[in-house]
């Protein structure tokens, strides 16, 4: 089972910024189909989720954290930033910033774990809502 360590910036619920590392786990990475794992590690807590594609993952790690106030502070966290499976054939480690009444381009493709500061970090509800709202923009 291949691996990979990421470090993210977490946002947590007083305001103070941490240091999270996310691993990454490939069950077959030559199978396109094979569920991926996805580990969340934070001084006092750890998460694991296993789904089709990191995105997915990412956000079943999200919904755990909410409650509790916390953020991850990532590119797969921003309100207009979505998984499109039809557009991207791959594990849903990159997906697509979107703009209200454009399709996606192949160049607004960007690391889900990546830091970008100019893009709005959201709750996994407020993303949905920009994915739906981006749809019937089209």
């Not at 996805?38 to 954290?65: C, D, H, N, S």
């Not at 997906?95 to 454009?102: Q, R, T, Y």
């Amino acid at each position: 089972m291949a691996e990979k360590k990421i470090h993210v910036p977490v946002l947590l619920a007083d305001g103070q910024t941490i240091e999270g590392v996310f691993t990454l786990e490939y069950s077959d990475p030559w199978d396109e189909h094979a569920p991926v794992t996805l580990k969340l590690k934070l001084p006092r807590k750890k998460l694991e989720t296993k789904r089709k594609t990191f995105f997915e993952a990412m956000q079943a790690i999200r919904l755990q954290l909410e409650p509790e106030g916390i953020a991850l502070l990532c590119n797969g966290a921003c309100e207009n930033v979505d998984f499109i499976e039809i557009l991207t054939a791959d594990d849903g480690r990159y997906a697509h910033v979107l703009k209200l009444g454009e399709q996606p381009k192949k160049k607004n493709s960007v690391d889900i774990f990546a830091f970008d500061p100019t893009l709005s970090f959201a709750t996994v509800q407020e993303q949905e809502t920009f994915y739906q709202a981006w749809l019937e923009s089209l």
